[in-house]
Each structure stands twice: as structure tokens, then as C-alpha cells.
């Protein structure tokens, strides 16, 4: 054993209105980054093109959903655009019990009752670099009829309100760059004091010293 361990896991969790890439720097940063794993939602809504059942998201039923929050299954849920979403409670637990942290991709709702009841989290939000950018990503990602997308577009410059309860903000002009920052966020994090046990380091060194 060497240097200062980690107690347990932590959660970051990522917003930002749709369109602003979410999805793309997650995958980037899982690629770069050790010992994150992503918590994998539940969703009433169907399937888009090329979405896996249990990659993407568990697609259930509005029964299975209801069961879900009734059961106490879900740490936090949401109805966005219509459809119900929510993260399963049990991976997280699991996860960062087992020292590794989870990262979640929720929206402004969820991150906010992610806030109460986990206060340790690491709250980062992504913004878009323009509007223009944003409509283009949403447009260009086909899953929306047209109004749908106009929704999501109006809704999305309501939600840029929210960043101001967040602790980390990133611009997703470049995905690399993006990525790279949200891995100096979490290797950052990894350090703070109160996340490691040190006391064990301490009197190693200490037992070391005599
Ligand atoms: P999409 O349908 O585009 O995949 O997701 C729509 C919105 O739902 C996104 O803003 C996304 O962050 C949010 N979302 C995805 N999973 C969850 C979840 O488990 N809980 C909450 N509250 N929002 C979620």
C-alpha cells in the first residue's frame, strides 16, 4: 500500500441544457479517466437511433418507472420534456463504497435533489459554446420532430440560469479540451483533503520517522 488512500467514491454529476454535448464528453473522459464508471438511467421514453437498452439507458414502462420510485430505487427523478427520468440508487451506492466514483448526466431538477442528499457531489455544468452551435448539435442528432426541438431549444436558454448553483463550469467549444478539464476537475477533487484518509498516512510516516 502506497500513499494517501481514498476513503470512498464520490459523485459528479453533469447538466446542461441538450444539445450542449453531454453525452459525447462522457464517453471521451471514461476513455481517459481510472476508477469513474457511469450511473445509467431509468427512462420512460423510447428509444433514439442506435440507443441500447441498458448502455444508454434502462427503458422501462411509466408502471416500472412508478414501481421504481415507490420501492425507494431511484435517489432522484424527473419528468423532462414529458418523459420520467431517474437514477437508480442501488450502482451508486455500490460504486462508491467500492472506492470508485460515478458520474451522472442529469438535468437541472435532478442535480438539484442530488444537492440535498448528496452535499460531498461535485456539481459541473456544461455550456454550449453558442446558440448556434446548440441548435445545429440538436438538430443534427435527428431523435426530435420539429416542435419537439423547439422545446428543448426554448427550455434550454431558460436553464442556463441554473449554472450559478453549480460548482464547475465548462464550455464545450472542443471536446478535448473539455474532457481534459473535466478530468483536472476530478483528479482535483480526488485530493481534497476530506476525501482521503490521511490519519493512516500520517502515522506511517510517523512509525517511519522513530
Ligand atoms: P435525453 O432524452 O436527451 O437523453 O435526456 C433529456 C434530459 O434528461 C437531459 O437533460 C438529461 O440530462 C436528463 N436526464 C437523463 N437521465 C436523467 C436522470 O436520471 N435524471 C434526471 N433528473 N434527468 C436525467
Known amino acids: 500500500m502506497t500513499g494517501v488512500q481514498r476513503k470512498r467514491g464520490f459523485l ?14 462522457v464517453n471521451e473522459l471514461l476513455k481517459r479517466a481510472e476508477g ?7 427512462t420512460t421514453r423510447p428509444p433514439g437511433p442506435g440507443e441500447i437498452d441498458g448502455v444508454h439507458y434502462h427503458f422501462v414502462t411509466p408502471e416500472r418507472f412508478r414501481e421504481m420510485q415507490e420501492a425507494g430505487e431511484l435517489l432522484e427523478w424527473a419528468t ?23 458520474i451522472l448526466d442529469v438535468d437541472i431538477q435532478g442535480a438539484r435533489q442530488v444537492r440535498a442528499r448528496w452535499p460531498a457531489g461535485v456539481f459541473v455544468y456544461l455550456m454550449p459554446p453558442s446558440m ?15 416542435d419537439a426541438l423547439c422545446a428543448r431549444l426554448r427550455a434550454a436558454v431558460e436553464e442556463l440560469e441554473a449554472v ?6 465548462i464550455v464545450n467549444e472542443d471536446l478535448e479540451v ?13 485530493c481534497r483533503i476530506a476525501r482521503c484518509d490521511c490519519r493512516s498516512f500520517v502515522e506511517r510516516l510517523r512509525d517511519e520517522a522513530r
Open 132 to 146: 448556434e452551435e446548440l441548435k445545429r448539435r440538436a438538430t443534427r442528432r435527428g431523435r426530435d420532430a420539429p
Open 12 to 25: 459528479v454529476v453533469l447538466s446542461g441544457p441538450s444539445g450542449a454535448g453531454k453525452n459525447t464528453l
Open 178 to 190: 473539455a474532457a481534459e478539464k473535466l478530468k483536472a476537475i476530478i483528479t482535483a477533487e480526488r
Open 36 to 42: 469513474i464508471r457511469y450511473s445509467v438511467s431509468v
Open 164 to 169: 450559478f448553483d453549480y460548482d464547475y463550469v
Open 80 to 102: 423532462v420534456y414529458g418523459n420520467s427520468y431517474g437514477t437508480p440508487r442501488r450502482f451508486i451506492e455500490e460504486t462508491i463504497e467500492q472506492g470508485q466514483d460515478v
